[in-house]
């Protein structure tokens, strides 16, 4: 299979429906739109690994990102229409609902799994798909992380910063290079806790 997801975390659906049931008894973006909460459903979970501009303007790669959550995408009426993130406990389980998000991210997320299937690259390999945030830049994109240990790719969700192109397959390494000033740039403004 060229693309796969992390296994979900243990309580992690239950964890999101309950907030569902929540949303549902109260006034949202969702209730709003006329959703039937009942027949909702979740995506396979996709990890969640952040970059913290600090590490990358010090010389860190990919290998600096850290592992903070799993994201669901919620469908409803044929569309895709939140996204919700949990986090996970030191047993792996799911302990906090940390968010559902309405915004442009989750329909882009949709798209480009689509998108990154289609891959003459992905197709010939095998790739554990993952979200990568990098908070400090606003962006967001996919991390196919190779099983095989070869070549990762990056692909930037829209509304990417500038140099990076939306929609475009990155290496790590060029993917790097392009985000480089924008993390030195927020790491000196910053210092060095910045995310």
Sequence with gaps: MPLHFAAEPKNGSSLVQKGLDKLS????????????????QLSPP????????DAVAG????????????????QGGGANIAAAEVQTDATGAASLLANINYGPYVEATAQALTQVAKLASVSAGSFEARLLRFSAIA????????????????????PA?????????????????AILPLA???????????P
């Design 139 to 158: 962006l967001l994109a996919l991390w196919l992380k190779s099983d095989s240990g070869g070549a990762d790719i990056v692909y930037p969700l829209p």
């Design 184 to 194: 030195q740039k927020r790491a000196e403004k910053k210092g060095p806790s910045v």
């Design 46 to 53: 996709h990890a969640v690994y952040d970059l913290r501009a």
């Design 25 to 40: 008894t109260r006034t949202s973006a969702l209730s709003g739109r006329a959703v039937d909460f009942a027949a909702l």
């Design 161 to 177: 910063p500038a140099p990076l192109q939306a929609e475009q397959p990155y290496s790590a390494g060029d993917f790097i290079k």
């Design 59 to 74: 010389g860190g790669g990919l290998e600096t990102a850290t592992a903070t959550g799993f994201r669901y995408i919620i």
